[in-house]
Protein backbone atom coordinates (compact mmCIF):
# COMPACT_ATOMS: atom_id res chain seq x y z
CA UNK A 1 0.00 0.00 0.00
CA UNK A 2 1.49 3.55 -1.28
CA UNK A 3 1.80 5.48 2.45
CA UNK A 4 1.98 8.84 0.17
CA UNK A 5 -1.44 8.02 -2.09
CA UNK A 6 -4.66 10.56 -1.30
CA UNK A 7 -6.86 7.43 -0.76
CA UNK A 8 -4.31 6.28 2.59
CA UNK A 9 -4.16 9.92 3.54
CA UNK A 10 -7.87 10.55 3.36
CA UNK A 11 -8.14 7.23 4.87
CA UNK A 12 -5.60 7.82 7.95
CA UNK A 13 -6.98 11.38 8.58
CA UNK A 14 -10.65 10.04 8.67
CA UNK A 15 -10.22 7.02 10.73
CA UNK A 16 -7.72 9.21 13.29
CA UNK A 17 -9.91 11.84 13.39
CA UNK A 18 -12.93 9.49 14.11
CA UNK A 19 -10.73 7.64 17.09
CA UNK A 20 -9.67 11.44 18.58
CA UNK A 21 -13.53 12.39 18.46
CA UNK A 22 -14.50 9.19 19.98
CA UNK A 23 -11.83 9.39 22.88
CA UNK A 24 -12.40 12.72 23.88
CA UNK A 25 -16.13 11.88 23.75
CA UNK A 26 -15.49 9.08 26.14
CA UNK A 27 -13.09 11.10 28.46
CA UNK A 28 -15.64 13.74 28.68
CA UNK A 29 -18.68 11.12 29.11
CA UNK A 30 -15.95 9.02 31.75
CA UNK A 31 -15.64 12.80 34.00
CA UNK A 32 -19.09 13.63 33.54
CA UNK A 33 -20.44 10.30 35.02
CA UNK A 34 -18.27 10.56 37.45
CA UNK A 35 -19.12 13.77 38.58
CA UNK A 36 -22.95 12.95 38.29
CA UNK A 37 -22.78 9.68 40.06
CA UNK A 38 -21.13 11.03 43.00
CA UNK A 39 -23.49 14.20 43.28
CA UNK A 40 -26.31 11.63 43.13
CA UNK A 41 -25.22 9.75 46.11
CA UNK A 42 -23.90 12.60 47.48
CA UNK A 43 -27.32 14.29 47.55
CA UNK A 44 -29.02 10.60 48.61
CA UNK A 45 -26.98 10.99 51.52
CA UNK A 46 -27.55 13.76 52.25
CA UNK A 47 -31.61 13.34 52.14
CA UNK A 48 -30.78 10.09 54.82
CA UNK A 49 -29.03 12.58 57.16
CA UNK A 50 -31.15 15.07 57.35
CA UNK A 51 -34.44 11.90 57.55
CA UNK A 52 -32.52 10.63 60.47
CA UNK A 53 -32.26 14.16 62.17
CA UNK A 54 -35.79 14.39 62.04
CA UNK A 55 -36.16 10.67 63.32
CA UNK A 56 -34.26 11.81 66.13
CA UNK A 57 -35.84 15.00 67.13
CA UNK A 58 -38.97 13.16 66.88
CA UNK A 59 -37.46 10.08 69.13
CA UNK A 60 -36.31 12.81 71.67
CA UNK A 61 -39.56 14.73 71.75
CA UNK A 62 -41.72 12.05 72.44
CA UNK A 63 -39.77 10.73 75.37
CA UNK A 64 -38.50 7.42 73.38
CA UNK A 65 -34.49 7.87 72.99
CA UNK A 66 -33.70 4.93 74.85
CA UNK A 67 -35.46 3.06 71.59
CA UNK A 68 -33.76 5.15 68.94
CA UNK A 69 -31.00 2.59 68.07
CA UNK A 70 -33.36 0.33 66.96
CA UNK A 71 -35.97 2.42 65.73
CA UNK A 72 -33.13 3.77 63.42
CA UNK A 73 -31.52 -0.16 62.14
CA UNK A 74 -35.46 -0.72 61.40
CA UNK A 75 -36.32 2.11 59.80
CA UNK A 76 -33.24 3.08 57.54
CA UNK A 77 -31.08 -0.42 57.88
CA UNK A 78 -27.90 1.59 55.99
CA UNK A 79 -26.08 -1.84 56.68
CA UNK A 80 -27.99 -3.76 53.98
CA UNK A 81 -27.41 -0.81 51.66
CA UNK A 82 -23.49 -0.68 51.97
CA UNK A 83 -23.67 2.65 53.93
CA UNK A 84 -23.00 3.87 57.81
CA UNK A 85 -24.90 6.41 59.53
CA UNK A 86 -23.26 7.57 62.78
CA UNK A 87 -24.46 10.43 65.06
CA UNK A 88 -22.47 12.03 67.30
CA UNK A 89 -23.13 14.44 70.46
CA UNK A 90 -21.32 17.62 71.36
CA UNK A 91 -19.12 15.58 73.18
CA UNK A 92 -17.98 13.69 70.36
CA UNK A 93 -19.92 10.18 72.21
CA UNK A 94 -21.29 8.20 69.31
CA UNK A 95 -25.37 8.04 70.02
CA UNK A 96 -25.96 5.60 67.12
CA UNK A 97 -23.92 4.02 64.61
CA UNK A 98 -24.95 1.49 62.14
CA UNK A 99 -24.25 -1.82 61.73
CA UNK A 100 -21.37 -3.73 59.57
CA UNK A 101 -22.40 -3.70 56.27
CA UNK A 102 -24.10 -7.20 54.44
CA UNK A 103 -21.60 -7.09 52.01
CA UNK A 104 -18.52 -6.82 54.66
CA UNK A 105 -16.98 -4.29 52.91
CA UNK A 106 -17.93 -1.27 55.01
CA UNK A 107 -17.09 -1.32 59.25
CA UNK A 108 -18.96 2.44 60.49
CA UNK A 109 -16.30 1.56 63.24
CA UNK A 110 -13.57 1.88 61.48
CA UNK A 111 -14.70 4.95 59.62
CA UNK A 112 -12.68 8.15 60.97
CA UNK A 113 -13.83 10.76 62.82
CA UNK A 114 -14.32 13.91 60.35
CA UNK A 115 -14.44 17.35 62.30
CA UNK A 116 -17.73 19.37 62.33
CA UNK A 117 -18.27 22.21 60.86
CA UNK A 118 -21.00 25.00 61.63
CA UNK A 119 -23.23 24.12 58.20
CA UNK A 120 -23.25 21.10 56.08
CA UNK A 121 -20.71 19.96 53.96
CA UNK A 122 -19.45 16.57 52.14
CA UNK A 123 -15.94 15.50 52.49
CA UNK A 124 -13.98 11.75 51.88
CA UNK A 125 -12.31 9.46 54.26
CA UNK A 126 -10.34 6.55 53.67
CA UNK A 127 -10.64 3.29 55.62
CA UNK A 128 -7.25 1.34 56.88
CA UNK A 129 -7.38 -0.76 53.60
CA UNK A 130 -7.05 2.13 51.31
CA UNK A 131 -11.06 1.88 50.43
CA UNK A 132 -12.46 5.59 49.35
CA UNK A 133 -15.77 6.58 51.55
CA UNK A 134 -17.94 10.02 50.60
CA UNK A 135 -19.25 11.04 53.74
CA UNK A 136 -22.15 13.66 54.27
CA UNK A 137 -21.45 15.98 57.21
CA UNK A 138 -25.06 17.38 58.83
CA UNK A 139 -25.20 18.91 62.41
CA UNK A 140 -28.10 19.78 64.06
CA UNK A 141 -29.47 20.83 67.08
CA UNK A 142 -33.13 18.94 69.54
CA UNK A 143 -33.80 21.06 72.66
CA UNK A 144 -30.40 22.83 72.89
CA UNK A 145 -28.08 19.85 72.16
CA UNK A 146 -26.12 19.72 69.52
CA UNK A 147 -25.70 16.77 67.55
CA UNK A 148 -23.46 15.46 64.14
CA UNK A 149 -24.93 13.40 61.78
CA UNK A 150 -22.27 11.39 59.03
CA UNK A 151 -23.96 9.36 56.35
CA UNK A 152 -21.34 7.55 54.31
CA UNK A 153 -21.27 5.47 51.29
CA UNK A 154 -18.48 3.34 49.46
CA UNK A 155 -17.15 4.99 46.57
CA UNK A 156 -16.50 1.31 45.13
CA UNK A 157 -19.84 1.06 43.46
CA UNK A 158 -19.26 3.96 41.62
CA UNK A 159 -15.52 3.19 40.57
CA UNK A 160 -17.29 -0.02 38.99
CA UNK A 161 -19.39 1.83 36.79
CA UNK A 162 -16.71 3.73 35.79
CA UNK A 163 -14.53 0.99 34.96
CA UNK A 164 -17.10 -0.90 33.22
CA UNK A 165 -17.59 1.78 30.91
CA UNK A 166 -13.65 1.79 30.55
CA UNK A 167 -13.69 -1.50 29.42
CA UNK A 168 -16.59 -0.54 26.74
CA UNK A 169 -14.51 1.98 25.62
CA UNK A 170 -11.27 -0.09 25.36
CA UNK A 171 -13.10 -3.17 23.63
CA UNK A 172 -15.45 -0.62 21.66
CA UNK A 173 -12.32 1.87 20.30
CA UNK A 174 -10.65 -0.77 18.40
CA UNK A 175 -13.24 -2.12 17.00
CA UNK A 176 -14.73 0.85 16.14
CA UNK A 177 -11.30 2.14 14.85
CA UNK A 178 -11.36 -1.05 12.40
CA UNK A 179 -15.00 -0.29 11.31
CA UNK A 180 -13.40 3.65 10.48
CA UNK A 181 -10.27 2.58 8.66
CA UNK A 182 -12.10 0.10 6.12
CA UNK A 183 -15.26 1.88 5.82
CA UNK A 184 -12.83 5.14 4.81
CA UNK A 185 -11.16 3.18 2.75
CA UNK A 186 -13.98 1.56 1.18
CA UNK A 187 -15.67 5.15 0.39
CA UNK A 188 -12.44 6.61 -0.68
CA UNK A 189 -12.03 3.86 -2.94
CA UNK A 190 -15.16 4.61 -4.56
CA UNK A 191 -14.53 7.97 -4.77
CA UNK A 192 -11.23 7.66 -6.30
CA UNK A 193 -11.82 5.07 -8.63
CA UNK A 194 -12.86 7.52 -11.26
CA UNK A 195 -9.55 9.28 -10.68
CA UNK A 196 -7.60 5.82 -11.29
CA UNK A 197 -9.96 5.62 -14.95
CA UNK A 198 -9.03 9.20 -15.39
CA UNK A 199 -5.01 8.29 -14.77
CA UNK A 200 -5.10 5.16 -16.86
CA UNK A 201 -6.56 7.07 -19.73
CA UNK A 202 -3.95 9.61 -19.78
CA UNK A 203 -1.32 7.22 -19.84
CA UNK A 204 -2.33 6.00 -23.00
CA UNK A 205 -2.50 9.43 -24.45
CA UNK A 206 0.91 10.55 -26.18
CA UNK A 207 1.87 12.91 -29.33
CA UNK A 208 0.02 9.67 -31.58
CA UNK A 209 -3.26 9.61 -29.96
CA UNK A 210 -3.81 13.18 -29.36
CA UNK A 211 -7.66 13.17 -30.37
CA UNK A 212 -8.49 11.27 -27.50
CA UNK A 213 -9.98 12.44 -24.17
CA UNK A 214 -10.12 11.61 -20.34
CA UNK A 215 -13.31 10.14 -19.79
CA UNK A 216 -15.52 12.78 -17.84
CA UNK A 217 -17.18 11.93 -14.20
CA UNK A 218 -20.68 13.33 -14.23
CA UNK A 219 -20.43 13.89 -10.65
CA UNK A 220 -20.29 17.88 -10.78
CA UNK A 221 -17.58 18.69 -8.80
CA UNK A 222 -14.75 19.84 -8.86
CA UNK A 223 -13.28 16.04 -10.49
CA UNK A 224 -15.49 16.90 -13.54
CA UNK A 225 -14.32 20.43 -13.94
CA UNK A 226 -10.85 19.43 -13.68
CA UNK A 227 -11.41 16.68 -16.66
CA UNK A 228 -12.66 19.57 -18.42
CA UNK A 229 -10.40 21.12 -18.64
CA UNK A 230 -7.84 18.93 -19.35
CA UNK A 231 -9.36 17.72 -22.18
CA UNK A 232 -9.86 21.48 -22.93
CA UNK A 233 -6.17 21.52 -22.65
CA UNK A 234 -5.53 18.48 -25.23
CA UNK A 235 -7.33 20.16 -27.97
CA UNK A 236 -5.03 22.86 -28.08
CA UNK A 237 -2.19 20.73 -27.36
CA UNK A 238 -3.98 18.54 -30.82
CA UNK A 239 -4.79 21.69 -32.53
CA UNK A 240 -1.30 22.81 -32.26
CA UNK A 241 0.46 20.00 -32.90
CA UNK A 242 -1.37 19.32 -36.32
CA UNK A 243 -0.83 22.94 -36.53
CA UNK A 244 3.08 22.30 -36.73
CA UNK A 245 3.14 19.08 -38.61
CA UNK A 246 0.57 20.93 -41.62
CA UNK A 247 3.40 23.79 -40.99
CA UNK A 248 5.97 21.22 -41.26
CA UNK A 249 4.56 19.08 -44.76
CA UNK A 250 3.72 22.77 -46.62
CA UNK A 251 7.33 24.11 -45.98
CA UNK A 252 8.47 20.89 -46.79
CA UNK A 253 6.85 20.63 -50.01
CA UNK A 254 6.95 24.56 -51.18
CA UNK A 255 10.96 24.02 -50.50
CA UNK A 256 10.79 21.50 -53.41
CA UNK A 257 10.40 22.93 -56.39
CA UNK A 258 13.08 25.67 -55.81
CA UNK A 259 15.65 24.08 -54.57
CA UNK A 260 14.58 21.53 -58.14
CA UNK A 261 15.38 25.03 -60.14
CA UNK A 262 18.18 26.10 -58.04
CA UNK A 263 20.05 22.69 -58.48
CA UNK A 264 19.11 22.68 -62.53
CA UNK A 265 20.72 25.86 -63.05
CA UNK A 266 23.54 25.02 -61.01
CA UNK A 267 24.14 22.03 -63.23
CA UNK A 268 23.31 24.20 -66.18
CA UNK A 269 26.46 26.49 -64.98
CA UNK A 270 28.69 23.57 -65.23
CA UNK A 271 28.47 22.79 -68.43
CA UNK A 272 30.07 27.07 -69.29
CA UNK A 273 33.21 26.26 -71.04
CA UNK A 274 34.71 29.57 -69.43
CA UNK A 275 34.34 28.93 -65.84
CA UNK A 276 37.72 28.56 -64.09
CA UNK A 277 38.04 25.45 -61.60
CA UNK A 278 37.84 27.49 -58.81
CA UNK A 279 34.24 28.59 -59.58
CA UNK A 280 33.60 24.79 -60.73
CA UNK A 281 34.65 23.93 -57.45
CA UNK A 282 32.23 26.10 -55.85
CA UNK A 283 29.19 25.23 -58.11
CA UNK A 284 29.83 21.20 -57.24
CA UNK A 285 30.02 22.21 -53.42
CA UNK A 286 26.68 23.99 -53.85
CA UNK A 287 25.47 21.55 -55.29
CA UNK A 288 26.17 18.86 -53.00
CA UNK A 289 24.56 20.93 -50.35
CA UNK A 290 21.65 21.47 -52.57
CA UNK A 291 21.21 17.67 -52.83
CA UNK A 292 21.50 17.46 -49.10
CA UNK A 293 19.28 20.02 -48.39
CA UNK A 294 16.89 18.39 -50.85
CA UNK A 295 17.37 15.04 -48.69
CA UNK A 296 16.43 16.72 -45.77
CA UNK A 297 13.31 17.98 -47.30
CA UNK A 298 12.23 14.81 -48.27
CA UNK A 299 12.70 13.42 -44.73
CA UNK A 300 10.97 15.96 -43.08
CA UNK A 301 8.27 15.20 -45.62
CA UNK A 302 7.89 11.65 -44.96
CA UNK A 303 7.91 12.60 -41.17
CA UNK A 304 5.25 14.59 -41.50
CA UNK A 305 3.11 12.58 -43.62
CA UNK A 306 3.80 9.61 -40.67
CA UNK A 307 2.86 12.16 -38.11
CA UNK A 308 -0.36 13.08 -39.94
CA UNK A 309 -1.82 9.80 -40.39
CA UNK A 310 -0.75 8.86 -43.92
CA UNK A 311 -2.52 6.10 -45.13
CA UNK A 312 0.52 3.07 -45.11
CA UNK A 313 0.22 0.33 -47.77
CA UNK A 314 -0.07 -2.83 -45.32
CA UNK A 315 0.45 -5.99 -47.01
CA UNK A 316 0.87 -9.50 -45.44
CA UNK A 317 5.16 -9.95 -46.25
CA UNK A 318 7.93 -12.00 -44.87
CA UNK A 319 9.87 -9.88 -42.38
CA UNK A 320 12.90 -11.62 -42.52
CA UNK A 321 13.18 -11.97 -46.36
CA UNK A 322 12.64 -8.25 -46.39
CA UNK A 323 15.82 -7.73 -44.05
CA UNK A 324 17.56 -10.39 -45.78
CA UNK A 325 17.02 -8.68 -49.27
CA UNK A 326 17.81 -5.31 -47.76
CA UNK A 327 21.00 -6.17 -46.32
CA UNK A 328 22.37 -7.98 -49.54
CA UNK A 329 21.60 -4.33 -51.34
CA UNK A 330 23.60 -2.34 -48.39
CA UNK A 331 26.56 -5.12 -48.87
CA UNK A 332 28.33 -2.69 -51.00
CA UNK A 333 28.00 -0.11 -49.08
CA UNK A 334 29.70 -1.96 -46.15
CA UNK A 335 32.08 -3.80 -48.39
CA UNK A 336 33.44 0.11 -48.95
CA UNK A 337 34.43 0.63 -45.58
CA UNK A 338 36.05 -2.89 -45.17
CA UNK A 339 33.33 -3.98 -42.52
CA UNK A 340 31.76 -7.42 -42.39
CA UNK A 341 27.88 -7.53 -42.85
CA UNK A 342 26.24 -10.90 -41.95
CA UNK A 343 22.71 -11.46 -41.41
CA UNK A 344 20.31 -14.27 -40.42
CA UNK A 345 16.33 -14.87 -40.43
CA UNK A 346 13.86 -17.23 -39.01
CA UNK A 347 11.81 -18.45 -41.51
CA UNK A 348 7.73 -17.35 -41.69
CA UNK A 349 8.06 -14.21 -39.87
CA UNK A 350 4.67 -12.97 -41.13
CA UNK A 351 3.88 -9.10 -40.43
CA UNK A 352 1.40 -6.89 -41.88
CA UNK A 353 3.37 -3.19 -43.70
CA UNK A 354 3.84 -0.97 -45.91
CA UNK A 355 6.87 -2.69 -47.83
CA UNK A 356 8.75 0.21 -49.25
CA UNK A 357 8.53 1.70 -45.60
CA UNK A 358 9.85 -1.00 -43.66
CA UNK A 359 12.61 -1.49 -46.53
CA UNK A 360 13.31 2.07 -45.25
CA UNK A 361 13.19 1.17 -41.65
CA UNK A 362 16.34 -1.46 -43.11
CA UNK A 363 17.97 1.07 -44.78
CA UNK A 364 18.46 3.92 -42.20
CA UNK A 365 19.31 1.45 -39.64
CA UNK A 366 21.83 -0.22 -41.42
CA UNK A 367 23.01 3.06 -42.76
CA UNK A 368 23.63 4.55 -39.62
CA UNK A 369 25.52 1.36 -38.05
CA UNK A 370 27.53 1.54 -41.15
CA UNK A 371 28.26 5.37 -40.58
CA UNK A 372 29.12 5.11 -36.91
CA UNK A 373 31.30 1.72 -37.56
CA UNK A 374 34.81 1.91 -38.03
CA UNK A 375 36.59 0.37 -40.63
CA UNK A 376 37.13 -3.04 -40.39
CA UNK A 377 33.99 -3.58 -37.75
CA UNK A 378 31.32 -5.95 -38.15
CA UNK A 379 27.41 -5.31 -38.35
CA UNK A 380 24.77 -8.13 -37.81
CA UNK A 381 21.50 -8.36 -39.03
CA UNK A 382 18.69 -10.68 -37.56
CA UNK A 383 15.10 -11.36 -37.81
CA UNK A 384 13.11 -13.42 -35.50
CA UNK A 385 10.29 -13.87 -33.12
CA UNK A 386 9.93 -13.08 -28.99
CA UNK A 387 6.90 -12.87 -26.83
CA UNK A 388 4.60 -12.75 -29.73
CA UNK A 389 6.13 -9.98 -31.84
CA UNK A 390 8.50 -9.86 -35.28
CA UNK A 391 11.91 -8.86 -33.78
CA UNK A 392 14.43 -6.79 -36.16
CA UNK A 393 17.99 -5.97 -34.81
CA UNK A 394 20.77 -4.69 -36.56
CA UNK A 395 23.80 -4.87 -33.74
CA UNK A 396 27.52 -3.26 -34.68
CA UNK A 397 30.61 -2.87 -32.79
CA UNK A 398 31.23 0.99 -33.28
CA UNK A 399 32.18 4.00 -31.54
CA UNK A 400 28.92 3.76 -29.20
CA UNK A 401 26.25 6.15 -28.01
CA UNK A 402 26.94 8.21 -24.84
CA UNK A 403 24.39 7.23 -21.93
CA UNK A 404 23.16 11.08 -21.91
CA UNK A 405 22.45 10.66 -25.69
CA UNK A 406 20.21 7.12 -25.58
CA UNK A 407 17.11 9.28 -24.55
CA UNK A 408 17.53 11.50 -27.65
CA UNK A 409 18.24 9.52 -30.98
CA UNK A 410 15.01 9.41 -32.22
CA UNK A 411 14.85 13.07 -31.75
CA UNK A 412 14.35 14.94 -35.05
CA UNK A 413 17.81 16.78 -36.01
CA UNK A 414 19.73 15.68 -32.66
CA UNK A 415 23.18 14.35 -33.04
CA UNK A 416 25.23 13.16 -30.59
CA UNK A 417 28.42 13.97 -32.61
CA UNK A 418 27.20 16.89 -34.53
CA UNK A 419 30.73 17.18 -36.19
CA UNK A 420 31.09 13.57 -37.20
CA UNK A 421 27.71 13.41 -38.62
CA UNK A 422 27.43 16.73 -40.00
CA UNK A 423 31.05 15.07 -42.25
CA UNK A 424 28.96 12.35 -42.95
CA UNK A 425 26.30 13.83 -44.55
CA UNK A 426 24.02 12.89 -41.69
CA UNK A 427 21.24 15.27 -41.02
CA UNK A 428 19.61 13.64 -38.03
CA UNK A 429 16.74 12.70 -39.39
CA UNK A 430 17.41 8.85 -40.44
CA UNK A 431 16.75 7.35 -36.60
CA UNK A 432 12.91 9.62 -36.41
CA UNK A 433 12.19 8.33 -39.69
CA UNK A 434 12.48 5.06 -38.32
CA UNK A 435 10.57 5.59 -35.22
CA UNK A 436 7.60 7.23 -37.13
CA UNK A 437 7.23 4.54 -39.09
CA UNK A 438 6.89 1.57 -36.47
CA UNK A 439 4.46 4.07 -34.88
CA UNK A 440 2.50 3.56 -37.89
CA UNK A 441 2.82 -0.01 -37.60
CA UNK A 442 1.66 0.08 -33.74
CA UNK A 443 5.33 -1.31 -33.07
CA UNK A 444 8.38 0.13 -31.13
CA UNK A 445 12.06 0.45 -31.31
CA UNK A 446 14.91 0.32 -28.47
CA UNK A 447 18.32 0.99 -28.54
CA UNK A 448 21.22 -0.30 -26.15
CA UNK A 449 24.42 1.07 -26.32
CA UNK A 450 27.77 1.62 -24.34
CA UNK A 451 30.38 4.05 -26.03
CA UNK A 452 33.82 1.98 -27.57
CA UNK A 453 31.06 -1.10 -27.62
CA UNK A 454 28.77 -0.92 -29.93
CA UNK A 455 24.95 -0.30 -30.71
CA UNK A 456 22.39 -2.18 -31.04
CA UNK A 457 18.94 -1.32 -32.60
CA UNK A 458 15.87 -3.37 -32.36
CA UNK A 459 12.46 -2.99 -34.26
CA UNK A 460 9.45 -4.97 -32.40
CA UNK A 461 6.61 -5.22 -34.63
CA UNK A 462 3.08 -7.31 -34.18
CA UNK A 463 2.84 -10.64 -36.11
CA UNK A 464 0.35 -10.93 -38.66
CA UNK A 465 -2.55 -12.39 -37.54
CA UNK A 466 -3.15 -16.08 -39.13
Same mark, same amino acid.
Given at each position: ???R?LRF?????????????V??????????? #????????R????????????????????????????????????H???RF?R??????????????????LLD??????????G???????????????? =??????? =???????????SL?A??????D????????G??V??AV???G??F?M???????D????????I?????????P????????????????R???????AF?????????VS?????P?????????ALV????L???L???I??A????E????I?D?????S???????????????????????E????V?????I?L???? #????Q?????S???????????????????????????????????????????????E???? =?????????????????G?????????????????????????????????????A??
Open positions: MNISCLTAWYAGLLVCVALFGTAVYFGL #ERYLEKTVAALSEQARAVGEEINEQITENRFPSLVKHLNEKFAPLNAIVTDASGTAVYLSKLSSDGPSLVPRVHPEEEYSTEVFLPNGKRVL =VQVVPFS =VSGKKYIIEAGYPLEAVLGLIAIFALLPLAAIGGYLRRALIQVEITIQAERSSDNLSARLVPATGDELERLTLALNMMSRLEDQHINRFSADHELRTLTILRGELEHHEDSPGLDQGSLEETRLRTIQLLVIRLDAGDVLQKVPLDLGRLALSTAQMQVAEEKSKSYSA #EPGIVEGDPRLKQVVVNLLDNAIRYTSEGGSIFVSAGRRNGSAVLTVADNGTGIPPALSH =VFERFYRADKARSRYSGAGLGLSIVNAICTAHRGEIEVSSAEGVGTTMTVLLPLKN
